[in-house]
């Protein structure tokens, strides 16, 4: 009550004072729907923070099967519900809103209504929330295995997805930066409050976690935890018992996620305010107000995360509960604050600097930007449009590598410093292709496009391979004995699993390697790409992935369920070779313009014609 009641506040504060529930001058819905839109997606947003939360903690603290893992999963589930419910009255209030029609029975209104839903972008964009929320409640219920909680989660945190495209982040200038923000956002900011209500369910719950770290009771917990692994042990026979998970143990394993959501936090949300604000008068402004106000909560946020991993956990650890309902509480008011105030915030106007993007050039038609200058050499080097997702996940894969490698050097083991520069290496030039002058101009050259396919496919993934990942983190992570799973753990099962006994067979991995650039190219797959921001994502993320897996193959260190002696790697990669430069030459011999509507209308008065640099980019297939 306390998440939700800081949170309505919040939002009808920010709303009053950055007007985003004023009168519309033409179509004007009334204030139930300029009021309620606002507070409705704010509790479909605490939904959906329950919801993934739940699920994410889940997996990564508690063990399967376990009262604790039921409960986590009750809750998740029933996140899922009022996730969905309050998306299908936000929806509602979002027809409402953007037609200014009042609510009927009469058919007219229900036809309306259906075409908005199956037309409009943004009524599918709150008909697919809905539908996924839906089957989420269902699979989150009826299903409590590990893979299918994991693949629950993995549907979760794409639900954000839709809606991530609409709203000021699908209208403005800069669309894309603005999507991957929001999207980082979003699911940082679930992962980060659902996790806290689960601890508060679980603090207040009968599971197995009760007996650990309550007040008072550390002697008591201790000796339930002796009893409870005596029980086991005398069940079990010889067999050695499984750890105990305690309370304390599950605070610990939420902290580290939820500083790693809180950095995820913090860097998209300045990374939003930069493409909303523009400069630095527009913080002057009431939608420069309201993140001012949200940068201040998120501060003090951090302060309590801070005293939770020095003051709190230490003495969960010792058998007491240290000042934790008052730690929690606060955090809660604050994290419904927030979400307040980012609900108030996705309602305000921006400043008037950041301008909406209008139709002036055929680039901008097309990309929603103004068409690149001329790419010279220089520019190579100094332009950039940065992808914030992929940033981010070079940050973290630079960082974690790091942080293993110090770990075996602290208990007097080593690692190969070569290894460590390749996947260094290869995470920066993974930056550079996806946020540098590859990304600046894959839109409007075919041959740049095409030069970021193949250093995505092939340049990148060899450099990865080398660092050996895998083998790093298997030595590095700690084994867990309590039953839950940790990194290691589900590194392990990754390894090990029949899809990646499937996809690792050097054929297997092979043919999607080949067959991938000949149904992206010479099916609507390309199109897709170019056209849609979710296109490209999924387009950067599966050349890299196929090709770190073909790589793999060949020259990886890391283990794979089966590897073909080195005379059988050789021919496979001659084959390999062979139908890629015929991939190449079929593009060099293309009579005709591929993507004709989107290269052939870009207006660029600069560089090669768009056949002449079809041909260039075939011959960087070819090469």
């Known amino acids: 009550m306390i998440l939700v009641g800081a949170a309505i506040l919040a939002v009808v504060a920010g709303l009053a004072f950055g007007g985003g529930a004023a009168p519309n001058l033409l179509l004007d819905p009334g ?11 704010t509790i479909s947003n ?13 997996l990564f603290s508690l063990r399967s099967g376990a009262r604790s893992f039921e409960i986590a999963l009750d809750t998740a589930s029933i996140g899922a519900a009022v996730y969905t419910v309050a998306s299908a009255v936000a929806g509602l209030f979002t027809f409402l809103q953007t037609l200014g029609v009042k609510l009927s029975a ?3 209104f229900g036809a309306q209504l259906g075409r908005f839903l199956l037309e409009l972008p943004l009524g599918q964009a709150w008909l697919m929330t809905v539908l996924a929320g839906a089957v989420i409640t269902i699979a989150a219920f009826a299903f409590r295995g590990w893979t299918a909680t994991l693949l629950t989660a993995i549907l979760a945190a794409a639900s954000f997805v839709p809606l991530a495209t609409q709203g000021h982040a699908g209208e403005l200038s800069g669309h894309d930066a603005a999507v991957n923000s929001l999207l980082l956002h979003t699911i940082g900011a679930a992962v980060w409050i659902g996790g806290l209500v689960l601890l508060i369910v679980l603090r207040g719950s009968r599971s197995e976690l009760a007996d650990t770290g309550r007040a008072g009771a550390g002697t008591v917990g201790a000796k339930a935890a002796a009893s409870t692994a005596k029980r086991a042990k005398t069940a079990q026979g010889p067999k050695k018992a499984k750890g105990t998970v305690g309370f304390a143990d599950v605070v610990r394993r939420y902290s580290s996620l939820a500083l790693a959501a809180y950095i995820v936090v913090a860097v998209s949300g300045v990374a939003r305010s930069i493409v909303a604000v523009g400069d630095w008068a527009g913080m002057l402004t009431p939608y420069g107000g309201l993140i001012i106000a949200k940068a201040v909560v998120l501060i003090l946020l951090g302060a309590l995360g801070a005293r939770y991993r020095t003051r709190l956990i230490p003495k969960l650890d010792a058998g007491g509960s240290g000042p934790f309902w008052t730690l929690v509480l606060l955090e809660l008011a604050l994290m419904g604050i927030a979400s307040g105030l980012a609900a108030a915030l996705s309602r305000t106007a921006p400043p008037t600097g950041l301008e909406v993007a209008t139709v002036r050039t055929p680039a901008e038609i097309l990309t929603g930007s103004p068409l690149p200058p001329e790419l010279t050499p220089i520019r190579w080097i100094t332009a950039w449009n940065i992808d914030l997702i992929w940033a981010t996940a070079a ?25 460590t520069v390749f996947w260094i290496l290869g995470l920066l030039g993974l930056v550079w292709v996806t946020g540098g002058a590859i990304n600046a101009y894959q839109e409007t050259l075919f041959s740049v496009h095409m030069l970021g396919h193949m250093m995505l496919s092939m340049a990148i993934p060899l450099l990865l391979v080398a660092g050996a990942p895998v083998t790093l983190a298997l030595r590095a992570i700690d084994k867990r004995d309590d039953g839950t799973r940790g990194g290691r753990e589900w590194i392990l099962w990754a390894v090990h699993s029949p899809f990646s006994r499937v996809v690792t067979n050097p054929f297997v991995a092979a043919a999607i390697f080949v067959l991938s650039l000949w149904a992206f190219y010479f099916t609507d797959l390309v199109r897709w790409a170019m056209t849609d921001h979710i296109g490209h994502e999924w387009m950067t993320m599966h050349f890299l992935i196929s090709g770190y897996l073909f790589v793999l193959t060949l020259v990886g260190v890391d283990p794979v369920p089966r590897r073909l002696p080195y005379a059988g790697r050789l021919i496979t990669l001659i084959a390999v070779m062979a139908t890629h430069a015929f991939f190449g030459m079929a593009i060099m011999m293309q009579s005709g313009l591929m993507v004709a509507e989107w290269f052939g209308a870009m207006g660029r008065t600069w560089g090669a014609t768009p056949l002449q640099d079809q041909y260039v980019g075939g011959g960087v297939a070819w090469s």
């Not at 204030?31 to 997606?41: A, D, Y």
């Not at 605490?46 to 889940?58: F, K, T, W």
């Not at 973290?396 to 080593?414: M, P, Q």
Request: proline share 8%.
């Open 46 to 58: 605490l939904g959906a923070a329950a919801m993934l939360g739940s699920l994410v903690l889940a």
């Open 106 to 108: 009469g058919p007219e």
């Open 31 to 41: 204030p139930v729907v300029r009021w309620g839109l606002p507070v409705v997606k």
């Open 395 to 419: 940050a973290f894969g630079i960082v974690l590598y790091a942080i293993g490698v110090l770990r075996l050097r602290k208990r007097g083991d080593s690692w190969p410093i070569h290894r």
